[in-house]
């Protein structure tokens, strides 16, 4: 089995190579062709996400109906909880009967599907406490510290995936960071029942906490250029709190920052800026999303 991880790119599922697996968002929607043995695990693009799983259960769910990954090539454009397992599933087919490997799978899937109000209904606290805060520890010191948008993605699946083969085969406890702060936001923009916030860590647990359903959170980037020169652009993540939020229509909202800017994308409740083959996210100032956003929201519904 081969693995390419390309930073942010996407791919048209007609034009996926055959014996090819691709993975959350590398091909927009989920897809099957038997034929030439393509397959498109996501949950983004093309469904409700309320009612849909996440890749790696997806996945998880392949495996165990015949899904044969041996020969496959498979194909990401990002690191996190969700593609890292969906890997770690293909790499060890045999573990999908293993019911922590289950009981796993349906944590880290519900709460990348629903988000971080999911947490307190996971079905073994511990075990998704190891996962996210001990094997997926590179990855969340590469997004907390700011160095993510340049690290070389494959050495970090790597060192993720080596951190669930400990977790899984050797019981492995990793030292769990003292509880830290809940993360701060600044609130920017206030539209007409949503907000826009600036905070450089994962805040929609806090957000969805003090009782904010429609969010768009944001920080500036910089990434250094091969010229020397430093490219300065903004991530945002727009969101809420799952499908049954009414008034924030995720979809339609990046369906118009794209004709914009293209690139945006992503579900029925979650979404994003472009990801930049070199790190770099939107160019777009703050105060031209709130605008583009709020202006959407006073037109009349079709």
């Not at 890749?55 to 194909?75: H, K, N, S």
């Not at 990793?174 to 905070?199: C, N, V």
Request: hydrophobic share 40%.
């Amino acid at each position: 089995m081969k693995i390419i991880v390309q930073r942010g790119a996407t791919l048209p599922f007609s034009d996926l190579p055959a014996h090819s697996v691709a993975l959350d968002g590398y091909v927009q929607g989920p897809a099957i062709d038997v034929i030439n043995h393509r397959y498109s695990f996501d949950h983004h693009a093309g469904c409700l996400r309320l009612v849909t799983k996440a890749t790696c259960a997806q996945v998880l769910d392949a495996l165990i109906l015949g899904l044969d990954p041996r020969e496959m090539t498979i194909y990401l454009n990002d690191i996190d909880a969700d593609t890292v397992l969906a890997v770690w599933l293909l790499e060890h087919p045999e573990e999908v009967t293993d019911p922590r490997v289950r009981n796993l799978v349906e944590d880290v899937g519900n709460i990348d599907a629903h988000g971080p109000s999911y947490f307190p209904f996971v079905r073994d606290q511990e075990l998704c406490q190891r996962f996210f805060k001990g094997a997926m520890e590179p990855e969340a010191i590469a997004r907390r510290e700011g160095a993510y948008a340049t690290t070389d993605l494959y050495l970090l699946l790597q060192e993720c995936l080596e951190r669930i083969d400990k977790l899984i085969f050797r019981n492995k406890r990793f030292p769990l960071p003292r509880d830290r702060k809940a993360p701060t936001y600044e609130i920017t923009h206030q539209g007409h029942g949503w907000i826009m916030t600036r905070s450089n860590e994962r805040v929609f647990g806090t957000l969805y906490r003090d009782g904010y359903t429609r969010v768009v959170a944001y920080h500036p980037m910089e990434v250094h250029l091969p010229s020397g020169e430093i490219e300065y652009s903004w991530a945002y993540t727009i969101a809420k709190q799952s499908d049954l939020v009414s008034g924030f229509p995720i979809s339609k909202i990046l369906t118009r920052l794209a004709e914009i800017e293209p690139g945006w994308g992503g579900g029925s409740s979650i979404g994003g800026a472009p990801r930049l083959a070199n790190g770099s996210r939107s160019f777009l100032h703050p105060d031209r999303v709130f605008e583009l956003i709020e202006t959407l929201l006073e037109e009349p519904e079709t």
